[in-house]
């Protein structure tokens, strides 16, 4: 399986031991899983982005009172 060597400072790497303690997990399955948890988390973002603008006219039909005024159609 590929792996990566990261250089961390002394104080970085200590925080993440004490975080991977807190998690009850290894030093490597806690970096693991924060990484895929932030690629998942960018991949959530990114589809909730193009829903929204695929949706914005639904919504702005839908709740009018809550378009901010200068994105009103017609709004000088």
Do not use: C
């Not at 399986?1 to 004490?18: D, Q, R």
């Amino acid at each position: 399986m590929p792996a990566l060597n990261i250089e961390f400072t002394e104080e970085e790497l200590a925080a993440i031991h004490e975080a991977a303690a807190a998690d009850g997990k290894s030093v490597q399955a806690y970096v693991h899983d924060l990484s895929v948890r932030e690629q998942q988390r960018r991949l959530f973002v990114q589809h909730a982005v193009r829903f929204w603008n695929d949706h914005i006219d639904e919504f702005d039909a839908a709740f009018p009172e809550e378009v901010p005024p200068t994105a009103r159609r017609g709004a000088a």
